[in-house]
Each structure stands twice: as C-alpha cells, then as structure tokens.
C-alpha cells in the first residue's frame, strides 16, 4: 500500500506538469514528450492492476518495470528540453536503448524466477550458467544467460558513449558520461553478487535503482555538436 500511496503521488506530478506543457505549448517537441508520459503513465497504472490480478506473471513484471521506466526517461528528456540542452548523440541513444532493453530483460528474469536458476555457486553459477557457457533455450537458466548477455552488450555500449562525450562533449556531458559509466559497472557488479548471495531484498532494490539511475545518466549524455531546433521552448521564450 505505501508503493500504492508514493505511485499516487508521483502520477498527480507527472500529470500536472504535462498538463501545464501541453496546455501552455511550449513547444512540438515538449508536447509530444508529455503526451508520451501521459500515455506510458495510464499503461503503467494498467499493468500494475494485472500483475496483481495475474500474481505477476513474468510478463506483467517486466512490462510494469518498462512503463515506469518510459515514465521516468520522458520526464528526464523534457528537463533537459526546458533547459534547451544539446541533444543526445547517436551512439547515446544506442546505448540508452540498450539500458531500457536490459531493464526489460531484467524484468523478466525476475518476474520468471529464473534470478538464480543458473546456481549460486562461483564459478559454476556465476559468470557460468549451471557451469555451461551456453544452457539450453528452453531453460529458465537461458532467460539468466541472455540477460547476462545483454549486460555485456550494454556495458560495452555505454562506455563507447561515455568515450565519444569525453571527446567532443560538454562539461556536463563528460559528468554525466562517467556517472552512466560507474552506474552500469555498479549495476553489474551487484547483479553478480546478488545472484551469490541468493537474492536478498536489499541487494535487489539496490541492483534495481543502478539500473535506473544508469537509464538517467545515459539519457543525460547530451551532444555539444547536436544542437536543439530553433522551435525548442524555454521557460523565458514560453511568453
């Protein structure tokens, strides 16, 4: 009920800070990112109902965690609009959607029980799957090994990113760039502990918000040479 309460309480913001940007149009780009919130925020509230009422599926699980996750990353890239930012570069959106499909394949590791179904034990458990480099497609011990795979895909991803921002990227961009860095190292780093360690809460929740502030970070990796449309809104330009 507390989770219940606090999503209640984030929605009223995020419906009244897009209300105020659609009904004040701001600008195409911010009206559309708030629509985009808007949408992803009804599906979110959806998907909560059914992975209660289907005593969460694996589906439903790792949909609820995507939704949430569009929610948070439409409201990051409409504060970096309001603030008239450079756009993210190409290998930046590549890698941010790297992280949201490593959040989805998250999700449905968690929600299929297949957390610690290639074994707890190093190194047969963890980096190895059931000690095999490569467990059969038809085994929760798969679903691990992919998400594992994705992990790989993605910290490898960020750091060509992160590597571009600290070429030819803003202050705030080099900042950014290294946070998304340590995050996704950090991120991995417990994942592996966790599955060691059987699973505790504690050590979910933290392997859960490294995920998310990594998708922040990335998202905040912005390009010095990709500049804004001449139509991008300001809170000064917005009359």
Known sequence: MAHRFFAASVSVL???ICAVTLRRRFSPRLMALSALALGALAVQIILGALTVWLKLAWWT???HLGMGM??????VVMAWEWRGVPRPSNSARLAATAVF???LTGGAVSGSGAALA????FPLGWPLCAGSLAPGPTTLGFAQWFHRGVVLVTVVLVMLSAWRAWARGSPTAKRWALLAVLAI?????VGAVMV????PLW???LHNATAAFTWVAVLGIRDARVSLSSGAASPGGAG
């Open 118 to 121: 290639c074994g707890v034990e």
């Open 196 to 199: 060691m360690s059987l699973k």
């Open 14 to 16: 995020v419906v009244g």
């Open 185 to 189: 190292l950090a991120q991995a780093a």
């Open 203 to 205: 050590l979910a929740t």
């Open 101 to 103: 499909i490593l959040l």
């Open 70 to 75: 569009l929610v948070l990353g439409a409201m």
């Open 61 to 63: 699980v790792a949909a």
